[in-house]
């Protein structure tokens, strides 16, 4: 089946930088959609960052763009968020995303269009 498995969350100081992973198994890599959403207790999760198949298409969610950048390596099944600039507000859990059949349109930025979910990985960026 398909897994997803963060990595690289850890705890920060304000203006740090800091690089997630997502690395992927059980599925064709390159057929996947990918996004990076984050969540703090008591609040839904929220769109991050999403990527094309081939990686020539990216979006961010307002309050990152211009700090985050998402890539992937499809040869290596792996995702990554590259996060500078990191604020306090930054801190959640951070989740990776896939869904094989969700091709490039204004429904990457929805939870819902995603079938497949990593466990997370934690951020906290302290003040």
């Known amino acids: 089946q398909v897994q997803l498995v963060e990595s690289g969350g850890g705890l920060v100081q304000d203006g740090d930088s800091l690089t997630l992973s997502c690395v992927a198994s059980?599925?064709?890599?390159?057929?996947?959609?990918m996004a990076w959403f984050r969540q703090v207790p008591g609040k839904q999760r929220h769109f991050v960052a999403a990527?094309?198949?081939?990686?020539?298409?990216?979006a961010y969610g307002d309050d990152v763009q211009g700090r985050f950048t998402i890539s992937r390596e499809n040869a290596k099944n792996t995702v990554y968020l590259q996060m500078n600039s990191l604020k306090p507000e930054d801190t959640a859990q951070y989740y990776c995303?896939?869904?094989?059949?969700?091709?490039?349109?204004?429904?990457?930025?929805?939870?819902?269009?995603?079938?497949?979910w990593g466990q997370g990985t934690q951020v906290t960026v302290s003040s």
């Open positions: 995303a896939g869904d094989r059949t969700l091709s490039w349109s204004n429904s990457v930025y929805f939870t819902g269009r995603y079938d497949d």
């Open positions: 059980g599925l064709r890599f390159s057929e996947y959609t």
């Open positions: 990527i094309s198949r081939n990686g020539e298409n990216t």
